[in-house]
C-alpha cells in the first residue's frame, strides 16, 4: 500500500506528495476547464499513467531476459470526451528501439499491453497503442 497526501493550493491547483519518497508534483485544472493549464491536470496523469506503465512493464520484462531497450520511449494524446466530461480516448505510441529480435519484440508489446494501468482503465474509455 502506498500513501500520496494532497493539499489544495487555491486557483485550482493542488500538491500531491508521495509519503514514502517525500516527492512531490503539482496539478493544475487545463484551460478547457476553468484553470491555468500550468502542470499536469488529474486526466494528464492518467494519460501519462498509462504511457509510463506500460514502458515500464516493457523494461521489466525485456531486463529478465536481458534485452537491451535503450532509446524506448512514446507519446500519449488524451481526448476528452463529453456528457460527462471524461477522458473519452488515450492514442499512445511506443517507440520500441531498432535491434530487438521479432520474437522478442511481440512478446515485449505482448506484456507491455497487460499492465497495471491498462487492466485498470474503464472500459468506456477507447485506447490505441500503436507499437513503432
Given at each position: 500500500m502506498v500513501r500520496i497526501d494532497v493539499s489544495y493550493d487555491g486557483n485550482l491547483r493542488c500538491t500531491a506528495t508521495h509519503e514514502p519518497s517525500g516527492c512531490t508534483l503539482i496539478t493544475?485544472?487545463?484551460?478547457?476547464?476553468?484553470?491555468?493549464?500550468?502542470?499536469?491536470?488529474?486526466t494528464d496523469l492518467l494519460a501519462t499513467s498509462?504511457?509510463?506503465?506500460?514502458?515500464?512493464?516493457?523494461?521489466?520484462?525485456?531486463?529478465s531476459r536481458n534485452i537491451d531497450v535503450t532509446g524506448l520511449g512514446g507519446s500519449v494524446e488524451k481526448i476528452m470526451g463529453d456528457s460527462p466530461r471524461r477522458v473519452g480516448?488515450?492514442?499512445?505510441?511506443?517507440?520500441?528501439?531498432?535491434?530487438?529480435?521479432?520474437?522478442?519484440?511481440?512478446?515485449?508489446?505482448?506484456?507491455?499491453?497487460?499492465?497495471?494501468?491498462?487492466?485498470?482503465i474503464h472500459e468506456q474509455i477507447e485506447v490505441e497503442v500503436n507499437f513503432i
Open positions: 493544475d485544472a487545463p484551460l478547457d476547464n476553468h484553470g491555468k493549464g500550468e502542470s499536469f491536470s488529474p498509462m504511457l509510463t506503465c506500460i514502458i515500464t512493464i516493457i523494461a521489466i520484462r525485456a531486463e480516448k488515450l492514442e499512445i505510441n511506443i517507440l520500441l528501439p531498432d535491434g530487438i529480435a521479432i520474437k522478442d519484440k511481440a512478446w515485449l508489446i505482448e506484456q507491455g499491453c497487460c499492465c497495471p494501468v491498462c487492466l485498470s
